[in-house]
């Protein structure tokens, strides 16, 4: 099953909410007076969910909406549920991630930190299955450590694309020294950390345990833009129960905790020589 982009709706649902509340009118009343139902219209506000375009339309009148509002919102409609993207394996995908998922393959930039794992644009096949299964109790589908490394491999499109994502990781010195998976598996880990870094749109940095606390050790974080100058920055972090967005100004906050640890890692050539210092620990495998 495949997935796509949320993120047409979302920005219909932006476009929206600034017209409710210029009309001073609550949900509820706009309910009454456009009979359309209260959970159609608040997934709509939230861009969880497209209305059919009679139901938009009423909600527009109702609230208010000028002839060049509601032009426009019949614009954002129209392509609002378009899925110029896919996302392989979906269904076995918690819903916090699919949205990542989405948001990662509009973006132009992405920045990420994680202080326990390596990230999973840059995870091999090995270090996914090693991770799926010991997160077994969190995934919703069945067997999904045999799909984990097929899954990875789909959403590393990103990273070699025509028009390729420019990624930014920063990645704590703990994350190199856990043996996921045991030494073959980390070893083989290592090296792809090492090719990757080497790509041009790729920069690796590690946050070595010199660096001391830096703000952001529980958990990662995603950073993500895009090339609509109107489209705000997505934010996710990563809590035990799953994937959680952040908006607004607290995703304002977390870009600038990302930004004070950037300060703090190595640069990206020490990265890779500290990546290949701990690779060669592990000797020939």
């Known amino acids: 099953m495949a997935i796509g982009s949320t993120r047409g709706k979302r920005r219909l649902g932006r476009h929206i909410r600034p017209i409710l509340d210029r009309s001073g009118l609550k949900v509820d009343e706009v309910v009454k007076q456009s009979r359309v139902s209260r959970p159609t219209i608040t997934r709509m506000l939230s861009g969880e969910a497209l209305a059919r375009w009679p139901a938009l339309s009423m909600v527009l009148d109702v609230i ?10 019949l614009q954002l409609w129209e392509v ?31 920045r990420t930190l994680d202080s ?17 299964r ?33 990624y930014h990781a920063l990645i704590d010195e703990a994350a190199l020294r856990r043996l996921v998976g045991g030494p073959g598996v980390m070893a083989e880990q290592l090296d792809h950390l090492v090719a990757m870094a080497g790509r041009p749109n790729v920069t690796i940095q590690v946050l070595p345990y010199a660096a001391g606390a830096y703000g952001a050790q529980v958990g990662a974080m995603f950073l993500l833009d895009f090339d609509q100058s109107d489209e705000p920055r997505a934010a996710y972090v990563e809590a035990l129960t799953g994937m959680v967005p952040v908006e607004d100004e607290e995703a304002e906050v977390l870009s600038a905790v990302w930004d004070d640890a950037a300060r703090l890692a190595l640069t990206a050539q020490d990265s890779v020589s500290l990546i290949g210092a701990v690779r060669q620990r592990l000797g020939d495998r």
């Open 80 to 110: 609002a549920d378009v899925d110029p993207y896919a996302i392989e394996h979906a269904r076995d995908l918690p819903a916090g991630y699919k949205r990542l998922r989405m948001d990662e393959l509009e973006a132009v930039r992405e």
């Open 134 to 166: 010991a997160a077994r109790r969190r995934i919703v589908g069945e067997g999904w450590d045999s799909h984990a490394a097929a899954e990875r491999f789909d959403r590393q499109a990103a990273l070699t694309r025509d028009n390729p994502v420019e």
């Open 64 to 73: 208010g909406a000028t002839p060049e509002e509601k032009t426009r919102a």
């Open 116 to 132: 326990a794992l390596v990230p999973g644009l840059l995870q091999t096949a090995g270090y996914a299955e090693a991770l799926a």
